[in-house]
């Protein structure tokens, strides 16, 4: 057998994917590995966050109330999120509004203005 390579992601590019795909989908999944990175990787995301977009972490603690505390523990300031309680059938006005270009990857991992 050859040599293979594993390419393995710096946490603070992992983090801002997470976030991203937080914000814009309602998988778990989604919040459950950002409150990981948090655990395992809090004090080195805390040095090297800097710049997050403030709509996306708006809509990632709007889906996902359970990473308000996690973010704001890396130093990520959340505000007065109104946070949205599912209750009975789950709809998505506020996200159903936004255009489609608003979330895309480079934007959602803090590259995009």
Known sequence: MGVSY????????????????AATRGKQGD????????????????????????????HAVQRHPELK?????????????????????RTDKAMANVPAGVFDVHRGLGWGA
Request: charged share 30%; glycine share 10%; proline share 5%.
């Open 69 to 89: 505390r996690a973010l704001e523990k890396v130093g990520v300031r959340t505000g007065k999120t109104p946070v949205r309680w599912r209750v009975g059938k």
């Open 6 to 21: 594993v390419p393995i992601l710096d946490p603070s590019y992992l983090f801002r994917g997470k976030l991203h795909a």
């Open 31 to 58: 919040a459950q590995d950002i409150l990981y990175l948090v655990s395992e990787y809090g004090s080195e995301l805390k040095e090297r966050l800097d710049g997050v977009d403030k709509t996306v972490v708006k």
